[in-house]
């Protein structure tokens, strides 16, 4: 049986069903998260794991135990919130060390377990330091390491890493997942960031209006999406449909919505030649826009009525092609990925 089994999890809200009978399992020493936009219910799902909200309907187990009707004091479920709720009256060591001292352990144990805590988080030199001495990603370090010091059955993470700027929460992301392996914790972690989810996880689960309605392995949910929902959310996919694919290809098509990831199609001249030696299908249009996203060049193709993404590296000894410029976008034929409709 697997470490955390959620079953048919159900919660309401008035005329509102924010989680539809949502079932998942999650193995020992995962991390997992729950993606999705705004309002899914990746949230609310997480804190019914921790017991702050109550289900309606359904069971959630830890280890064979089912704690779906225990008080959040006796889960041993820790939680880490976007805000670090540090006392700021307090040192990095007192705030990591206060659930140990709620539990009225002695002080001598509790330095054994706190010291080897602050070193895992790096923070050995601010053991002394109050909140305001520390920086966001710090503060978000030492509200990790008051969650982890209790040695929880799983570690519930709300959008920890939201409110940090970009370089430091791309730091944190890493630093998250070292520790997490080191430690073998099982995790759970909330985002509505594609590029997080991809960074730090072992599975992912893609949440939308109260369902799961995609999971698996970071790299398989962005090769192959489930549905169109999933294409759209999890990056910058091209959709079309059978009828626009093929008339803008010539090629026929079974009937349904097809997903063309931006990298795998690529930008040349009109030349003939091209199209002679590369098998696959070809697209006649005009650059409307680039944008350049760091390593990336993203190029936004007119073609007929409808606009295509094609990226490509931005490496320094190729320059960029110009916006107005007539071109041809060559797609491999076994890129184009056909999906299920919502719901299946």
């Excluded at 009707?69 to 709720?85: C, D, E, I, K, T």
């Excluded at 990603?137 to 939201?162: H, N």
């Excluded at 680039?290 to 606009?307: E, F, K, W």
Aim: proline share 5%; aromatic share 6%; with cysteine.
């Amino acid at each position: 049986m697997s470490y955390v089994h959620i079953d048919q999890a159900l919660k309401q809200y008035a005329d509102s069903t924010v989680l539809k009978q949502v079932s998942l399992q999650i193995e020992k020493g995962e991390l997992v998260t729950l993606l999705g936009p705004s309002g899914c219910g990746k949230s609310t799902l997480l804190r019914a794991i921790a017991g702050l909200e109550k289900l309606d309907g359904g069971t959630i187990s830890v280890n064979g135990n089912d704690i779906s009707h225990l008080p959040p004091q006796h889960r041993n479920v820790g939680m880490v919130f976007q805000s670090y709720a540090l006392f700021p009256n307090m040192t990095v060591f007192d705030n990591i060390a206060f659930g140990l001292k709620m539990r009225k352990m002695p002080r001598k144990e509790i330095a054994v377990k706190v010291n080897p805590i602050i070193e895992l988080i790096h923070m050995s030199d601010k053991a002394s330091s109050y909140p305001h001495q520390l920086s966001g990603g710090q503060q978000q370090r030492v509200a990790l390491a008051r969650a982890l010091v209790t040695e929880p059955d799983i570690l519930l993470l709300d959008e920890p890493l939201s409110a940090l700027d970009a370089k430091i929460r791309k730091s944190l992301q890493i630093e998250l997942r070292n520790i997490q392996r080191e430690l073998k914790m099982t995790m759970i972690f909330v985002t509505h960031d594609q590029e997080e989810a991809m960074t730090i996880s072992d599975r992912i689960f893609i949440m939308n209006g109260g369902n799961i309605v995609h999971q698996g392995k970071p790299e398989d949910i962005y090769a192959s999406p489930k549905n169109e929902f999933v294409a759209r959310f999890i990056g910058s996919y091209n959709v079309l449909t059978s009828h626009e694919l093929g008339r803008l290809t010539g090629h026929v098509f079974k009937p349904g919505s097809y997903a063309i990831r931006p990298e795998v199609m690529e930008l040349h001249p009109l030349d003939p030649l091209s199209e002679q030696q590369m098998s696959g299908m070809w697209i006649s249009g005009i650059i409307s826009s680039l944008t350049v996203r760091g390593n990336v060049r993203r190029y936004s193709i007119q073609a007929q009525d409808m606009t295509l993404l094609v990226d490509e590296l931005n490496v320094p000894h190729k320059s960029a092609l110009d916006e107005g410029l007539f071109i041809k976008v060559w797609i491999p034929a076994d890129e184009c990925n056909l999906l299920n409709k919502e719901g299946d």
